[in-house]
Nanobody, 117 residues
Framework: QVQLTESGGGLVQPGGSLTLSCAAS????????MGWYRQEPGKERDMVAL???????TYSDSVKGRFAISQDKAQQTTTLQMNNLKPEDTAVYYC???????????WGQGTQVTVSS
């Protein structure tokens, strides 16, 4: 069973930066997609950034050019570097891993990111 643990959330001023990290325990089968989603109260969970086991990345339009996703496949970790943060980036951020052939999807517990002056 795969378990995901996020870290790195917190309070930051507009224009600031934060780095979120996600570590997976248990074996993750390839091919897979690791990614970050976010959710505001009362709203749906939205995709922020994805990275495949082949290192292809995808970003939502709202974060393109400001956020960067990376992974360490050997360590089974993914990192989301968030720059030029805006108040509208405030949300709970969730790490996700999807195993494509086994149709399994795992989620972390979430970490709060608050952008405010």
């Amino acid at each position: 069973q795969v378990q995901l643990t996020e870290s790195g959330g917190g309070l930051v001023q507009p224009g600031g930066s934060l780095t979120l990290s996600c570590a997976a325990s248990g074996f993750i089968a390839s091919p897979n997609v690791m990614g970050w989603y976010r959710q505001e109260p009362g709203k749906e969970r939205d995709m922020v950034a994805l990275i495949t086991s082949g290192d292809t990345t995808t970003y939502s339009d709202s974060v393109k050019g400001r956020f960067a996703i990376s992974q360490d496949k050997a360590q089974q970790t993914t990192t989301l570097q968030m720059n030029n943060l805006k108040p509208e980036d405030t949300a709970v951020y969730y790490c996700s891993v999807r195993e494509l052939l086994r149709y399994k999807n795992y989620w972390g517990q979430g970490t709060q990111v608050t952008v405010s002056s």
